[in-house]
């Protein structure tokens, strides 16, 4: 059968911070100097413009605008890429328009002037609020500036604010981890980002892993300790690694992307999926910014095709994608959901799910729901892992929320 017609967000991507973090594996690059901030903004207006007519009409219920660290971009900038998505696309009189921003005196500078701007949700990266670790992290700020940011933000209107923070850290033990979780929840964010440092491939931490991580069993203290005390405060969980204070504070946009749907996206190394009648399709732009600038300055007909090539999706890869993505979700997923989104009969994954449930690690509810166990969620590589194809599959476009 084919896909039905799904939800559509938007991703725009800024590339450039002041110093790429160790574990950061993101399309990111140092500023070495004052980025082309008014060359890039207005390149990817001209790519919004290019990837436009790909709504086919549809509304958009979500932008998220990250990077790299989009608050390097002044509120004026990041008001005329909002605008330009407003001229192009039809926006969700609801939609939730979020920005990253780094706490800290370099960036993030006026709060007032994003809201203005357009943006009503902001993503703060605090990361931790021990001064030692956000040096092992190699942050550029201090705790107290992540206060003072959120307090600035809170003060200027924002009513929607998430908190990143990382546990198993260097020398992190669960006290710390709890400190870390007990500072965060003080400030009343409406939702919280708690996710696990890992050492991603062509990562400074990859190939120099810092000393004194918490082992496996330290870890998983770590996390049993952090769920109960976030539970204990109000929030729940809906997600491997995101939190919220009610439904609503949810992030949608990255909701859209665990659920399967569609997201176009613009900017350096950005990649989005897009369901046509024929099938699911994917993209990706040109990683390096000045690449990016290029390929955006060309008119259609000068594109580079590796810039603009939207390809298929086989049935192996859109299995695992699906799996990999609403595995993640305490809510699991549906037969039906599956069958909308990939276009795929829920068939193909009888034996796996099967398997899955005989061993404890998959559940069936009511409706043809399927959820990870207790014991499936402790092993949840292991539970995607059923579901991989023969060729590695593209990676997920999930952002920390």
Known sequence: MKPAVVPLSLYLHLPWCVRKCPYCDFNSFTAHGPPPRARYVEAVIRDLERISGE??????????????????FSPAE????????GARFELAADAEITMEANPGTVD???????????????????????????????RIHSPEAITDSFRRARDAGFDNINLDVMYGLPGQDVDAALEDLRQAVELRPEHLSWYHLTLEPNTVFH???????PDEAL??????????????????????????????????????????????????????????????FRYARPANPEAYMRFAEASADEA????SAFTACGADDLVFEFMLNSLRLTEGFTLENFEARTGLDPKLLAPRLGGLRSRGLLEAQPAGRFLPTALGRSFLNDVMAEFLPTEAAPEPASRRV
Do not use: M
């Not at 990041?78 to 998505?85: C, Q, T, Y």
């Not at 809201?115 to 190699?138: D, M, T």
């Open 78 to 85: 990041i008001a005329a890429l909002i605008a330009a998505v």
């Open 304 to 307: 580079p095709e590796s810039g």
């Open 55 to 72: 709504a086919q009409g549809r509304e958009l219920s979500s932008v998220f605008i990250g990077g790299g660290t989009p608050s390097l």
């Open 207 to 213: 190939r120099r892993p810092p000393e004194g991580l």
């Open 108 to 138: 993030c500078g006026s709060p007032a002037g994003y809201l203005e701007a357009g943006v009503n949700r902001l993503s703060i990266g605090a990361q931790s609020f021990s001064a030692a670790a956000l040096s092992a992290l190699g």
């Open 219 to 280: 870890a998983a203290d770590i996390q049993d300790a952090g769920q109960a005390a976030l539970e204990d405060s109000g929030f729940i969980q809906y997600e491997v690694s995101a939190w919220a204070t009610a439904p609503e504070r949810r992030c949608r946009h990255n909701l859209n992307y665990w659920r399967f749907g569609d997201y176009l996206a613009v900017g350096a190394g950005a990649h989005g999926k897009l369901t046509r009648p024929e099938g699911v």
